[in-house]
């Protein structure tokens, strides 16, 4: 009887302790709110009970996407090696700017630089010839004083950028040329700095060395366009000890923090009415304020402070769930009057229920904002960094869902844009079994909407949802996605090869239905993204490295406590 006692007094404790450890989780595991519960907690996320997973690469898969790769880059080097961007149907290349000299001024070709040397670590000779041939280009061809007029952003993002991860991914004798470049790329583009607010010219001659306002735009420069430049150049001041670049760059970011509608003009930094987005206009600033914070090893915390104020707002004006589904999205807010006013006043703004295919990118964001790439894989839930944690890491989750969701279609592909129904359409919803549609995509000319021009954003946050979690589900996701992008927009080796855009992703149609254009971030995102996706998680670890907005992995750094006149957040 002695024995039967303590056995029962023993199950008395471990049951105690199992609910214990229950409630403790409910208690600092869980939020309230119904926008950040989803519907269910998939295995990998359990607080106890899970099994790591192994990140072993998918090595069949993986070399799909190397040769994926090699097919778009020998289709681009035959027919326009050095242009800026391709056209695989008409067998020519284009230069973004009207060169002096009728060259390129690398877009192509920096861009995919980064992509090329991490995949051909692996041993690939043939990728190894092109990346000599991409090297000789750049080292003896390539001259930014023979370019024109170029978007500051974007030459940002995709040059500097794939300049700066060139020279960290090369050897010795390769690394001197890419930084030489990368400097003389910031000296022609800091020009359009200087502002009196600080806010950069959304143009910049790389010949003249000055900058020109959006003109089309009235001359207002749109948030994302100036508040993505601060990896770029804070990096390079880290490589070259020079100051100059971070405190141009880190000026934008004391302008900006007052409020964040799309538009501002750089003469006076102050915003305009217009859309409240995490699409186009708006979508990296949110990433990069996250990314700052993780690029420093997290030794600037006004960053994370000014990302968990914008998420939290997020999460307050923008997140909607659809009426049936319960699937997440981002809305937008757009104001009832367009007038130039700099006052903000939700009762003067209204919700429109259309989530770009850019937004996808936030669901990995969050997720990775959780965590701070720090976490045990998978994360234990309650022991998140941060309080509202345990919230981003549900709705990252559930915004992935969604933007799988949107691939729910007659390709297997995403739109530029959906747009949600609202329980007003329960009706259309039942007859289409979905709870989107995309405007315009029914008739015989469709609206751009309908398009799938090779974006990046949803395997993005597979890739980095995988990393965290180990879930096998993204890598199916992402399988998926690659499986659709070669049935319906890959060119035939014996029609030229490449890749091309699709004009409906709701409607099959072949060739007739192909776009003309293979962007360059196909090849520098979209390919690297699901190649990692597919890679063993040492192949660019998130714990060491930070992806700039084009995917250009940047090594995190400990700076010293930067001058006062850099930031003047505290």
């Known amino acids: 009887m002695a024995r039967a006692r303590g056995l029962k007094s023993y199950v008395k404790l471990a049951f105690g302790l199992f609910c214990g450890y229950i409630?403790?989780?409910?208690?600092?595991?869980?939020?309230?709110?119904?926008?950040?519960?989803?519907?269910?907690?998939?295995?990998?996320?359990?607080?106890?009970?899970?099994?790591?997973?192994?990140?072993?690469?998918?090595?069949?898969?993986?070399?799909?996407?190397?040769?994926?790769?090699?097919h778009a880059w020998r289709a681009y080097e035959r027919d326009a090696f050095g242009a800026d961007e391709y056209h695989p149907l008409s067998n020519k290349g284009k230069n973004f700017t009207g060169s002096i000299g009728g060259a390129g001024i690398g877009y192509m070709i920096i861009d995919a630089l980064d992509t090329m040397m991490i995949m051909k670590q692996n041993g690939d000779k043939e990728l190894e010839e092109m990346y000599q041939r991409s090297h000789n280009w750049i080292e003896h061809t390539l001259d930014f004083s023979l370019g024109g007029e170029v978007n500051t952003f974007e030459t940002t993002i995709r040059l500097l950028g794939g300049l700066l991860a060139a020279y960290h991914l090369a050897d010795r004798r390769h690394a001197p040329v890419y930084l030489s470049h990368a400097v003389d790329l910031a000296e022609r583009l800091l020009p359009s700095f200087e502002t009196p607010s600080g806010i950069p010219l959304t143009d910049s001659n790389l010949h003249t060395k000055q900058g020109r306002g959006d003109m089309p735009?009235?001359?207002?420069?749109?948030?994302?366009?100036?508040?993505?430049?601060?990896?770029?150049?804070?990096?390079?001041?880290?490589?070259?000890?020079?100051?100059?670049?971070?405190?141009?760059?880190?000026?934008?970011?004391k302008t900006v923090n007052q409020a964040v509608p799309p538009y501002g003009p750089p003469q006076d930094g102050r915003f305009r009415s217009s859309d409240v987005r995490l699409g186009s206009r708006g979508d990296s600033y949110y990433e990069y304020l996250l990314k700052q914070y993780i690029q420093t090893n997290f030794t600037e915390p006004p960053y994370r402070?000014?990302?968990?104020?914008?998420?939290?707002?997020?999460?307050?004006?923008?997140?909607?769930?659809?009426?049936?589904?319960?699937?997440?999205?981002?809305?937008?807010?757009?104001?009832?009057?367009?007038?130039?006013?700099?006052?903000?006043?939700?009762?003067?703004?209204?919700?429109?229920?259309?989530?770009?295919?850019?937004?996808?990118?936030?669901?990995?964001?969050?997720?990775?904002g959780a965590t701070e790439a720090w976490a045990d894989v998978p994360p234990v839930l309650y022991n998140l960094p941060r309080a509202n944690a345990r919230r981003d890491w549900d709705n990252g989750k559930a915004l992935i869902e969604t933007c799988m969701e949107t691939h729910n279609t007659a390709t297997g592909l995403s739109p530029e844009i959906a747009v949600f129904y609202d329980k007003e359409n329960r009706k259309e919803v039942k007859e289409t079994g979905r709870e989107w549609f995309i405007k315009g995509g029914n008739s015989e000319n469709p609206l751009l909407d309908a398009r799938y021009i090779l974006r990046p954003e949803t395997v993005e946050s597979l890739f980095i949802a995988f990393r965290l979690s180990g879930d096998p589900i993204y890598r199916m996701y992402g399988w998926r996605i690659f499986q659709a992008i070669e049935k319906h927009c890959k060119v035939p080796e014996d029609q030229g090869g490449g890749y091309v855009s699709i004009r409906n992703v709701d409607r099959v149609e072949g060739e007739k239905g192909w776009v003309d254009n293979m962007e360059t971030f196909f090849l520098a995102e979209t390919l690297k993204y699901l190649y990692l996706l597919f890679s063993e998680s040492d192949v660019i670890p998130l714990r060491k490295y930070v992806f700039n907005t084009e995917a250009s992995p940047k090594r995190r750094t400990s700076p010293t406590p930067p001058p006062a006149d850099r930031t003047s957040f505290a």
């Open 23 to 70: 409630v403790w989780g409910w208690l600092f595991g869980s939020e309230s709110d119904d926008i950040s519960r989803p519907r269910s907690i998939g295995r990998y996320d359990r607080a106890f009970g899970s099994r790591k997973p192994t990140f072993t690469r998918d090595e069949k898969r993986r070399e799909a996407i190397v040769d994926a790769f090699k």
């Open 217 to 253: 735009n009235g001359g207002l420069a749109s948030t994302a366009e100036a508040t993505t430049l601060q990896l770029e150049f804070r990096y390079l001041s880290h490589l070259t000890g020079d100051p100059k670049y971070w405190t141009a760059a880190a000026k934008v970011i």
């Open 305 to 368: 402070e000014m990302y968990e104020d914008a998420m939290n707002s997020i999460h307050e004006l923008l997140f909607k769930r659809t009426p049936i589904q319960n699937l997440l999205y981002t809305a937008e807010l757009e104001p009832n009057n367009y007038a130039r006013s700099t006052e903000f006043d939700i009762r003067t703004w209204h919700v429109s229920p259309k989530q770009d295919h850019l937004v996808c990118f936030l669901g990995g964001s969050l997720m990775l």
